[in-house]
């Protein structure tokens, strides 16, 4: 029995976190696979919208072959006397919470980089238009965020019209960015939270401030002071900053207290600056992931759309699995790609100059804010395909991270059958990692592993 008569699965908060896996799918809207994809909301006049009106461009669900991707972008625009533009990227984040909670549908991530997915079991049930999607929608969004007086949705399939509007739509989150650029977080009389992962990972809590954005990249400081004034008991939330313990690890009394309340005492401690000790929460919607690379001592950035292996031979999904889940593992840590043109990017782990390796186009993206010496000094997929290639590299342009391996012990010829591989004499803190063997998972926490050196031997049949 749905919730709603006329719509033909059920909708509640049941569903959130359900999984599809490809097997059960009808059909798939934006991924991977899909060249473009987006979702959008906009601020309009009373007058320039007609309220309930849904429209598809392209394509119905009906219309699409079962099992097939498709490119998709869903457009809202929404009015009312008290929706100001500032509230664009927070009802826009609410798209992920409310498709969740309809029965058989999966959506992950945010803005140019959503993941649909359509179970046949909903398919079959009736759910063969966009217009049942469109229709739950509007109900939720009205019934949960009051001031929305008016709301139209547009779904788009048609491929050109999709990359027409994606561009437009990169234009407009670039401007909804660049609003909190300039900004410090010492000035800010408070931080803003955000809980509406934790249907996934249940222990993540994003702090968000003015130059640490949130882990999506779609809720700034700004957002989410409109969200916190409009609907003060939502997912997004006021933070009293409370007394700053560390001002150069961002560690507050305030956020300290916040996160322990919000992860059930979970997680006592985050400081906001750095990967490595009490890191912020990773959820598993992050844009990309800082990783550590302990064979030279300093940071990989991948992003969620790089399709390739990294540096170190794992593709963006295998790191993100080491990151997600609401935990703070030292030495993985998810970020938006905002927050690297934050001057306070990991700056305890030293910032740009620790930053060894990130895929061409990331580093295209956040080119200006990459400091001037350091430009050169990062590589890319076209400098550095392995690690080899990786610690050529960062040797020859003289990179910060090469001064700590003077600590490296000196190298010995490998006997025939034992292949050494020396490491940096160096404290590296490791906690909360997972080691998958024999069918088991082996977390280390808050554990301290040092090593001269590292002995790894081939296994004799
Ligand atoms: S990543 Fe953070 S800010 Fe974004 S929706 Fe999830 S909890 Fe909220």
């Not at 020396?422 to 554990?447: H, M, N, Q, T, Y």
Request: charged share 30%; proline share 5%; glycine share 8%.
């Amino acid at each position: 029995m749905s919730m709603f008569e006329d719509i033909p699965v059920d909708v509640g908060v049941v569903y959130e976190g359900e999984r599809i896996r490809f097997k059960d799918t009808q059909v798939e809207l934006g991924g991977e696979r899909a060249e473009a994809k987006f979702e959008l909301v906009r601020v309009k006049g009373l007058d320039e919208i007609e309220d309930g009106k849904i429209s598809v461009i392209g394509p119905d669900i009906k219309d699409m072959k079962e099992g097939s991707t498709n490119p998709f972008g869903i457009y809202i625009e929404v009015a009312g006397k008290k929706v100001e533009e500032e509230l664009e990227g927070v009802i826009e984040r609410r798209i992920h919470e409310y498709c969740n909670f309809i029965e058989g549908i999966m959506h992950l991530n945010q803005r140019y980089d959503i993941w649909l997915r359509l179970s046949k079991k909903s398919f079959k049930k009736g759910f063969n238009s966009f217009h049942v999607m469109g229709k739950v929608l509007q109900r939720l969004f009205k019934s949960e965020l009051p001031f929305i007086e008016k709301i139209q949705i547009t779904f788009i399939t048609d491929p050109k019209k999709v990359k027409k509007m994606y561009d437009e739509a990169i234009k407009i989150y670039e401007a909804r960015d660049a609003k909190a650029r300039g900004m410090k977080d010492e000035e800010a009389d408070a931080f803003y939270g955000c809980t509406l992962c934790q249907s996934f990972a249940p222990t993540h809590c994003c702090v968000i401030t003015p130059q640490r954005y949130s882990n999506c990249g779609s809720i700034s400081w700004f957002d989410g002071r409109a969200s916190a004034q409009v609907d003060p008991k939502g997912p997004v939330f006021a933070i009293d900053k409370g007394e700053c313990l560390d001002p150069f690890k961002g560690e507050y009394t305030g956020v300290n207290d916040v996160i322990k309340e919000k992860t059930m005492g979970e997680i006592n401690r985050v400081c906001l600056y750095t990967a490595f000790e009490n890191p912020h929460t990773s959820c598993g919607c992050f844009e990309a992931v800082a990783f550590y690379i302990p064979e030279v001592d300093g940071l990989g950035i991948v992003h969620r759309g790089f399709k390739d292996v990294t540096v170190n031979g794992l593709p963006f999904s295998t790191l993100a699995d080491s990151t997600a889940g609401g935990r703070q593992v030292e030495g993985f840590h998810g970020l938006s790609i905002e927050y690297m043109r934050s001057p306070k990017l990991l700056q305890v782990d030293d910032g740009w100059s620790r930053i060894v390796w990130m895929p061409a186009t990331i580093k295209e993206r956040v080119l200006d804010f990459i400091p001037q010496d350091m430009v050169d000094k990062i590589a890319t997929e076209n400098e550095a395909k392995n690690l080899d290639e990786l610690k050529a590299f960062l040797q020859e342009k003289n990179h910060p991270v090469v001064k700590r391996w003077k600590a490296m012990p000196v190298e010995v010829a490998p006997k025939a059958e034992e292949a050494e591989q020396a490491v940096p004499s160096l404290e590296v803190p490791i906690s909360g990692i997972p080691i998958s063997a024999g069918g088991f998972e082996i977390i280390l926490k808050d554990a301290k592993i040092y090593a001269k050196k590292v002995v790894i031997r081939k296994v004799k049949k």
